[in-house]
Each structure stands twice: as structure tokens, then as C-alpha cells.
């Protein structure tokens, strides 16, 4: 018998996991231009992140119909996440620039006070971002709930809350050094940033009773559902 083509057999891991890279790349991509009308942001991102907890979970089929499904499914809640995340941020990040850059009259005691307050609140408001999105395109819960939720999992996952607001940071901070290549680092962040963020999201999302999460195999409900509710009627 003769060997099989290495680069032509679909099912080898060098096939399989060239086509993973190749969807990865393109969901930062789409990611990235759904994100572009601004109002749209939470809801792409809620989207991205649902569709890469999936490629996490080697559970990639479909990637491209299920993105636009949570797109639509989360647009409400998710844009008004981003708007929250919107004003606080600009709050923490004023409260920063006023107390770093000396604009209030203040004792010196009180302004170190102050600076590291605002940038611990700068460090959680990070932390929860990294979260928050992911607990959003998979759990349906009140916003505020979902936004608390964030805060404990980020501080109760420390080190991995770290990593993924240092891969966060770093591309922000690139993309204000060479602001010609945002759109570039929008698409690294929104493609390999998340696809990692969602590996290290995922064994802690089955620790917290995450069945699929966990490993378990999930049967789809949506064809049980529907019977049972003709029959209501």
C-alpha cells in the first residue's frame, strides 16, 4: 500500500491544523471590521469569543453561521456591556490622567493615594474585560451579574488574568507606538490573543460546572425543545 499524501490528506494534524490557523485568522479579520462602526464592538466581540471557546473545545464546525448567530443572539445585552465598559473606562482612565499628571491641587500624600486607587480600579477594569464577553456568549444572565461574575473569575485566576491582560496591554501599547499597524494588532488580538485567552477560559469555566467545558458531550436541546412546546399550544 502506498503512503498517503501528507499535505493532501484532509485529516492529517498538519491539514487540520493549518485550516484551524486559517480560521482563527479569519474570525480576527471579521472581527475586526464588525467592530469598526464602534456601536457593534460588544457584540463582535461576544461573537469572536464564542466561536473561539469553540475552537478551543476542538468543537469548530460551522464557525462562520454559529459567529452570526451569537452576533444577533447577544447584540442587545452585549452592546450595553460595551457602552457600561465604555463610560467606566473613560472614568477610571480620566481619574488616572488627573492624578498622575498633577491637574488637582493636592497634599502629595493624598495624590499617591489616589494614583495607585485608580490604577488598581484601571488593573480590575482590565482584568474583567478579559472575561466578561466570554461569560456573556455562553451563559445567560442579568448584565450586572455577568459583569460581577467577570470581576470574581479574574481575581479568583490571577495568574491567567495576568497573562491574558499582558497579551492585552501589549498590543495596545504597540499600537499606539506605531499607529499604522492598529488595524494589524486589532487582528492579532481579536484572532490569536482570543483564541489563547479562550484555552486558558476554558478549564475554568469546567471547574465552575461547565459541563462541556468539563469534557462532557452536550446533546443539543433545540430538537427536544420543540415538540414539547407545539404541544403547550
Known amino acids: 500500500m502506498g503512503k498517503s499524501n501528507f499535505f493532501l490528506d484532509s485529516e492529517s494534524w498538519f491539514n487540520r491544523g493549518l485550516s484551524r490557523l486559517f480560521d482563527i485568522l479569519l474570525m480576527g479579520i471579521i472581527t ?9 464592538i460588544g457584540a463582535a466581540i461576544t461573537a469572536n469569543q464564542d466561536v473561539m471557546l469553540q475552537i478551543a473545545l476542538k468543537k469548530d464546525n460551522k464557525i462562520f453561521k454559529r459567529y452570526f448567530q451569537a452576533f444577533g443572539k447577544n447584540f442587545l445585552k452585549s452592546t450595553l456591556i ?40 484601571l488593573v480590575f477594569y482590565g482584568f474583567s474585560i478579559c472575561y466578561v464577553f466570554a461569560l456573556q456568549s455562553r451563559y445567560e444572565n442579568k448584565i450586572f ?7 470574581l473569575i479574574s481575581v479568583s485566576n490571577l495568574p491567567k488574568s495576568l497573562l491574558m491582560l499582558a497579551l492585552t496591554a501589549g498590543l495596545i501599547t504597540l499600537g499606539y507606538f506605531f499607529t499604522g499597524l492598529i488595524p494589524l494588532f ?8 482570543t483564541y489563547l485567552s479562550g484555552k486558558l477560559i476554558v478549564p475554568i469555566l469546567g471547574k465552575l460546572g461547565d459541563r462541556e467545558a468539563a469534557g ?4 443539543e436541546e433545540e430538537t427536544d425543545e420543540e415538540p414539547e412546546e407545539e404541544t403547550e399550544e
Open 32 to 40: 475586526t471590521l464588525l467592530c469598526i462602526p464602534v456601536i457593534t
Open 216 to 219: 462532557e458531550e452536550i446533546i
Open 186 to 193: 486589532a487582528i492579532l488580538e481579536f484572532s490569536f490573543v
Open 82 to 121: 460595551w457602552l457600561i465598559y465604555l463610560l467606566v473606562g473613560a472614568l477610571i482612565g480620566g481619574a488616572v490622567i488627573v492624578t498622575m499628571g498633577g491637574f488637582l491641587s493636592m497634599d502629595q500624600t493624598l495624590r499617591v493615594i489616589m494614583t495607585v486607587l485608580s490604577l488598581a480600579m
Open 145 to 151: 451579574t455577568t459583569i460581577l461574575n467577570s470581576v
